[in-house]
């Protein structure tokens, strides 16, 4: 059974108008993707480089499970704005007045409990339906990337509408002397399977989070605070949460240009991550100016982890651009175009469709759904009108 929490007012009156809506245009494009050769790009895996420090810090701050997180959640998720309308239109929030509005954290990657754990129970993880949202932080406004965090968002109709905020740091120093220091990356997509969490780290692959080991935090201090101040005390920005890395994947390629991790999103029907890179097609200088391409890397067999050493099981060439999501599900791939306003779907079999779609548009995110229809979760970054919604995937392309 779903339980996603029933739309408010507002969010009713976008869902009604949306549902008003012709289904989107789709134009059959002038050309769909093709197949690279798979075996070029591999993936290394290390899930225990910070073991003893990790140790270390658990055994120093302690943890808090995920439903411990939710009940201390302190910030109200709101209804999506009647203003808001795209084809499909199943569900969805904004995120408080001040984190729509903040001009220095901008929300990227989305992931859901369904992803971690299908549809067993409602998709629950740790008795919390979630929406997860990963973000990065600029040192003020028009400043550089200075660290990342995910919100933890509740979609139970058991549970408050509210969201917690958890800093993501990497562990340094020692076993005997154990630290930790922000992640200054763009956190462009994001992925949780099992208790897993992967996190696109644009220029080398993945950074693995273990839901299992969120840490606790002392509050206080001031926002430039980070890690070991004395005794016991270890301040995060005020942060009372902080998810330390447990784990790297890198990436490698023999074609001669290294993958940009721009988006991922898992396929749980073929048990694999895919990504996706952001690419222009000319005149851009902070990105590539090149055709951007797919791949998926699947996990080791019976696990949520990725073996040693994982080779591609498919590759493609893209021939669309500005790409910030990616997602696939039994053989269907869908791509947003935040520059375009568009999703690109593709199958094999059936070629590629474009579709109308929202602007500032981020990551993708896939859900099953056993008595509903699935659907299609993602984001918009701007500020003012960070809008987290879902829409029905069989409106756009898959059947």
Not at 103 to 111: D, F, L, R, S, V
Not at 301 to 307: D, K, R, S, V
Request: proline share 4%; glycine share 10%.
């Amino acid at each position: 059974m779903s339980l996603r929490r029933p739309l408010t007012r507002a969010a009713s009156a976008a869902a009604i108008l949306a549902g008003l809506l012709v289904a989107p245009a789709a134009a059959v494009a002038a050309a769909g993707p093709t197949a690279l050769p798979a075996s070029q790009y591999t993936l290394s895996a290390d899930y225990h480089h910070y073991d003893a420090v990790n140790s270390a810090l658990v055994s120093t701050l302690g943890t808090a499970a995920v439903h411990t997180v939710m009940d201390n959640a302190n910030h109200d998720r709101t209804a999506l704005p009647s203003s808001f309308s795209v084809a499909g239109l199943s569900t969805g929030f904004r995120f408080d007045s001040g984190d729509n509005s903040d001009c220095a954290n901008y929300p990227q990657g989305i992931t859901t409990s369904r992803d971690a754990v299908g549809t067993a129970d409602s998709g629950n993880y740790d008795g919390h339906q979630l929406v997860l949202v990963s973000w990065y932080t600029k040192d003020g406004c028009g400043g550089d990337q200075a660290r990342s965090r995910i919100t933890l968002v509740d979609w139970d109709a058991t549970y408050p509408n509210k969201y917690r905020k958890v800093l993501l740091v990497e562990p340094t120093g020692t076993a005997a002397a154990p630290d930790f220091k922000d992640i200054p990356i763009h956190a462009g997509g994001v992925s949780w399977y099992g208790d897993y969490l992967y996190v696109a780290d644009t220029g080398h692959g993945m950074r693995v989070f273990d839901m299992r080991k969120i840490l606790k935090t002392n509050t206080g201090g001031t926002a430039g605070q980070i890690g070991h101040q004395s005794g016991s005390v270890y301040y995060a920005h005020n942060y009372a949460y902080v998810l330390p890395q447990v784990g790297t994947i890198t990436a490698k390629t023999t074609s001669g240009t290294n993958l940009a991790w721009s988006s991922i999103s898992l396929d749980r029907v073929s048990k694999s991550i895919v990504m996706a890179e952001y690419t222009c097609q000319s005149g851009c200088t902070a990105y590539p100016n090149r055709a951007p391409r797919a791949v998926r890397f699947p996990f080791a067999a019976g696990a949520t982890t990725f073996a040693a050493t994982t080779t591609a099981s498919q590759a493609l060439q893209l021939p669309w651009y500005n790409l910030n999501g990616v997602a696939s599900h039994n053989g269907r791939w869908w791509f947003n175009s935040s520059g375009q306003k568009k999703l690109y779907y593709w199958t094999s079999s059936g070629g590629p469709a474009t579709f109308s779609w929202v602007g500032s548009g981020e990551s993708l995110s896939y859900w099953e759904d056993a008595t509903s229809a699935d659907l299609l979760w993602s984001l918009q970054e701007g500020a003012g009108s960070r809008n987290v919604f879902a829409v029905t995937q069989a409106t756009y392309g898959g059947g």
